[in-house]
């Protein structure tokens, strides 16, 4: 496998506070690498560092064979950049957008066809300041990949987006990777990491908690859980029953995490059926990524 990114004990501080702490991993052309984690984990300041614009403290950087902070003139031909934010003048209109990025580049850009692969046709005439979150993310997504980049990274791309418009992002991404880009991106939506990354590097406090494609983060620490309706059970009762360890519950609708799956769910319809309390919809369930990111808060306070 082709490694396009290669990262050795990278380090950041900001005085006495310690952004990014040692950080190891490779990306592999072609796939779309997740950098995941809460708000103020160290995910856009590892990217930043990745693009050139921030240098690290320690460790190494390769980037399609160039050292970023060093060579960022040339690094800047081969990658593609959308930031969470992007300058763009209010009273511009689209194309007049994509024409300026355009005059940027030296070699031929892929404007048009751009244009029809975002859908941005009906949208070249409208100020930028009259487009919605979903088709200024579309515009910005363009203007990054004008020049056709061997890398193109993403800080967020679909923060702030509704449900349908973070949709609309993601099969933009998709069809991007289809067209042999190699992405990647920052998020603090979990299910976004779930459902673009071939693999996904967790970070917390500034360290790598884990880097696994999601499917086997999940399948090795399986996260799973029992989930079920019910308006009389008590929360304190169902958490004094055998290998429950935590406990969720919204609108009546509980979920039950348990190193033991099979042995609580024998518990809770025992104790269901001896106090004749009604339990409806139970399953068994697969735990996601944002379980799993709770699993390791959780870990980390009972080592702290």
Not at 31 to 51: D, S, Y
Not at 236 to 248: H, M
């Amino acid at each position: 496998m082709e490694h396009v990114i290669t990262v050795e004990d990278l380090s950041k501080s900001y005085g006495d506070t310690h952004v990014v702490r040692n950080i190891s991993f490779t990306v592999n052309k072609g796939e779309i690498f997740g950098i995941i984690g809460p708000n103020g984990a160290g995910k856009t300041t590892t990217i930043e560092m990745l693009e050139g614009i921030r240098k690290p403290d320690e460790g190494m950087i390769d980037v399609l064979g160039l050292e970023p902070s060093s060579q960022l003139r040339e690094l800047n031909k081969r990658i593609g950049v959308q930031f969470q934010a992007t300058s763009i003048q209010k009273k511009m209109k689209v194309e007049e957008a994509l024409d300026l990025f355009s005059s940027f580049y030296h070699t031929n850009t892929q404007k048009d066809y751009l244009i029809d692969l975002l859908g941005l046709k009906e949208k070249l005439d409208v100020r930028f300041e009259d487009l919605s979150g979903g088709w200024k993310q579309r515009v910005t997504l363009a203007l990054a990949t004008l020049h056709q980049p061997e890398i193109l990274f993403l800080d967020e791309p679909s923060m702030g987006l509704d449900p349908h418009a973070r949709r609309e992002m993601w099969s933009m991404i998709k069809l991007l990777k289809e067209q042999g880009s190699t992405i990647v991106i920052t998020t603090h939506y979990m299910e976004e990491a779930e459902r673009l990354c071939d693999r996904v590097a967790m970070i917390y406090g500034g360290q790598l908690k884990a880097l696994d494609t999601p499917r086997n983060l999940l399948d090795e620490m399986t996260v799973n859980y029992l989930s079920f309706q019910s308006n009389e059970l008590q929360y304190d009762s169902l958490l004094s029953l055998p290998g429950v360890v935590r406990i969720e519950n919204e609108l009546e609708v509980f979920k039950v995490y348990s190193e033991t799956l099979q042995e609580t769910s024998y518990h809770i319809f025992k104790y269901c059926y001896e106090k004749e309390i009604a339990i409806e919809n139970f399953k068994f369930e697969k735990g996601t990524l944002d379980d799993l990111f709770v699993h390791y808060l959780e870990k980390e306070e009972q080592t702290a």
